[in-house]
T-cell receptor
Framework: KAGVTQTPRYLIKTRGQQVTLSCSPI?????VSWYQQTPGQGLQFLFE???????NKGNFPGRFSGRQFSNSRSEMNVSTLELGDSALYLC??????????????FGAGSRLTVL | AQTVTQSQPEMSVQEAETVTLSCTYD???????LFWYKQPPSRQMILVIR??????QNATENRFSVNFQKAAKSFSLKISDSQLGDTAMYFC??????????????FGKGTKLSVIP
């Protein structure tokens, strides 16, 4: 059974650009969550999607957005990139709910560097 | 808001020895879940162990066990017979219901564990 797949694994952008990251969850998983990991702030929750609907959102500016498709694949977008957006972006999937009764399975992450 | 505190940024342990990683949390919730995740240098976050707050019995998974003290809001991880492959960042995490069928994880800052041959 394939795991959570994130693409691209590495990318470099410059300030002001935008970026789109993709996440393919485990087959059958309908919930996809996104987390940002930085050395200073640690791991922070971005948002969670379930059945193409965002049902939870962390404390991030509106430049961070996401969506989920009918096949449960998810994308997140960051517009007008800032240096502070440099981070490892982790995607996690679960069968239905977010963490809790359901265990999250994480992908390997997408490493974004903003120059 | 929930907070998770890991007071040990770095720890080391000799191979085959036992080590305990500390975690405390703060919440007003009564029903929640606690986790320990491991992140090796390869970056893949892997679940080590999970504890439901309503269960008094401490969870165990092979060499990994927890000491869950609900009143003290403490959730430590014990690794027995440490192996070189245990070298990783270990994150303590808390999950509570946040509405609309959703939960979210709140993570601690992590403890970097090095297993020394």
């Amino acid at each position: 059974k394939a795991g959570v797949t994130q693409t691209p694994r590495y990318l470099i952008k410059t300030r002001g650009q935008q970026v789109t990251l993709s996440c393919s969850p485990i087959s059958g998983h309908r919930s996809v969550s996104w987390y940002q990991q930085t050395p200073g702030q640690g791991l922070q929750f971005l948002f969670e999607y379930f059945s193409e609907t965002q049902r939870n959102k962390g404390n991030f500016p509106g430049r961070f957005s996401g969506r989920q498709f009918s096949n449960s694949r998810s994308e997140m977008n960051v517009s007008t990139l800032e240096l502070g957006d440099s981070a490892l972006y982790l995607c996690a999937s679960s069968p239905s709910g977010g963490a809790g009764a359901n265990v999250l399975t994480f992908g390997a992450g997408s490493r974004l560097t903003v120059l | 808001a929930q907070t998770v505190t890991q007071s040990q940024p770095e720890m080391s342990v000799q191979e085959a020895e036992t080590v305990t990683l500390s975690c405390t949390y703060d919440t007003s919730e009564n029903n929640y879940y606690l986790f320990w995740y491991k992140q090796p240098p390869s970056r893949q976050m892997i679940l080590v162990i999970r504890q439901e707050a309503y269960k008094q019995q401490n969870a165990t998974e092979n060499r990994f066990s927890v000491n869950f003290q609900k009143a003290a809001k403490s959730f430590s991880l014990k690794i027995s017979d440490s192996q070189l492959g245990d070298t990783a960042m270990y994150f303590c995490a808390f999950a509570a219901y946040s509405g609309a069928g959703s939960y979210q994880l709140t993570f601690g800052k992590g403890t970097k564990l090095s297993v020394i041959p």
